[in-house]
C-alpha cells in the first residue's frame, strides 16, 4: 500500500515537472514571436503609418484569426457578463495603456530606451508574483532578474538621452508590460487562453478606435496581417498557455529573451551588425532565463 502511494506520487511529480517544462518551452517560443514585432515595425514605418493605425489593425487582424480558431474549435467566444468588468480593466492596462505608454516614451526619448524601460517588467513581475499569487522569492529568482536587468542595459548601452518624465514614463511602460501576465493568469484560471486573448483584444480595439486612421496602403496589407498572426494571435497564445503551469515571475524572465531574439532577427534580415558588448548582454539575458527555469 505504501509502495502504490509512493508510485503514485512519483507519478504526479513526472506529470508537473512535464508539464513545467512544456510550459517554458511554449513562453520561449512566444516571446520568439514578440522579437519579431520591431521587424514588421520597420517594413510597416515605410508606409507612413501612424503608430495606433499599425495597432489597431495588428489587434482586428488578430481578432479575425481568433474568431476563425474559435469557431473551427467549437469554442465559446464570448466571456460571461460577470466577467465584462475585470476584462475591461485588463484591456486598458494591458493593451490600450501598455501600448501608449511604450510608445510615447520613444516619442519623448528614443527607441532604446524604451525598450531598456521595458524590460524593468521581470522586477515587477516577481513582486507581483508575490503579492497576488503568494510565488516565492527565492535568491535565484533575484539573481536571475538581476542577470537580465544588467543584460538589457549592457543591450542598450550607448548615447541615451533621457529625462524625468522619460524615465517616469518608461517604468510606467514596464509595470503595464508586467501586468499582462498578471492579469493573463487570472484569465486564464477561468477562460480558454484563446478565448481570453479575443475578448481582451476586442476591448483593447474599442479603446484604440479614436486614436485611429483606417486608410492603409494595399501594400501594407500583407505585413499588417502577418504581424497580426506571429507575434499577436501566435506569440500571445502560447504565452497564455504557458501560464496555466509556469509562475508569473519566471515566466517573465524568460520571456525577455525577446530583445535577444530580435536582435538575431535585425542582423539576418537587415544586416544589423552585433558587436561584443550586445552578444555579452544577450547572454546576460539568457543565463537570466536558463536560472529562472532551472530552479
Not at 510550459?23 to 520591431?38: D, K, P, Q
Not at 521587424?39 to 499599425?54: E, P
Not at 460571461?80 to 505608454?101: D, M, N, W
Not at 543565463?287 to 530552479?295: Q, T
Request: aromatic share 16%; charged share 15%.
Amino acid at each position: 500500500m505504501v509502495s502504490f502511494k509512493i508510485s503514485e506520487r512519483l507519478i504526479r511529480e513526472s506529470r508537473y515537472s512535464k508539464a513545467m517544462r512544456g510550459g517554458y518551452i511554449l513562453v520561449f517560443l512566444a516571446a520568439s514571436m514578440w522579437g519579431t514585432l520591431g521587424i514588421f515595425a520597420k517594413f510597416l514605418y515605410k508606409f507612413n503609418l501612424s503608430t495606433y493605425t499599425i495597432i489597431f489593425y495588428r489587434v482586428t487582424f488578430a481578432l479575425v484569426f481568433l474568431f476563425i480558431y474559435l469557431k473551427a474549435k467549437g469554442m465559446p467566444i464570448l466571456i460571461p457578463r460577470e466577467r465584462l468588468k475585470f476584462y475591461i480593466i485588463y484591456a486598458f492596462f494591458s493593451i490600450f495603456l501598455f501600448y501608449s505608454l511604450y510608445f510615447y516614451t520613444v516619442k519623448i526619448s528614443s527607441v532604446s530606451f524604451a525598450v531598456l524601460m521595458l524590460y524593468t517588467a521581470p522586477a515587477y513581475s516577481t513582486i507581483f508574483g508575490r503579492l497576488i499569487f503568494k510565488e516565492e522569492i527565492t535568491q535565484r529568482k533575484l539573481i536571475a532578474v538581476a542577470l537580465v536587468i544588467a543584460g538589457v542595459l549592457i543591450l542598450n548601452s550607448g548615447e541615451i538621452s533621457f529625462t524625468g518624465k522619460a524615465i517616469a514614463v518608461g517604468l510606467a511602460s514596464g509595470l503595464t508590460y508586467a501586468l499582462y501576465g498578471v492579469f493573463a493568469k487570472m484569465a486564464v484560471n477561468k477562460e480558454e487562453p484563446e478565448q481570453v486573448l479575443f475578448n481582451v483584444l476586442l476591448i483593447g480595439a474599442i479603446f484604440l478606435l479614436p486614436f485611429t486612421s483606417f486608410k492603409v496602403p494595399l501594400q501594407s496589407v500583407p505585413y499588417l496581417l502577418a504581424l497580426a498572426f506571429f507575434p499577436t494571435f501566435l506569440g500571445y497564445i502560447l504565452y497564455n498557455r504557458a501560464l496555466k503551469s509556469v509562475e508569473v515571475s519566471r515566466a517573465s524572465v524568460v520571456a525577455t529573451i525577446e530583445p535577444v531574439v530580435a536582435m538575431v532577427l535585425a542582423f539576418l534580415i537587415f544586416g544589423e551588425k552585433l558587436t561584443i558588448i550586445q552578444l555579452i548582454g544577450a547572454s546576460m539575458i539568457i543565463g537570466g532565463a536558463i536560472l529562472a527555469r532551472s530552479e
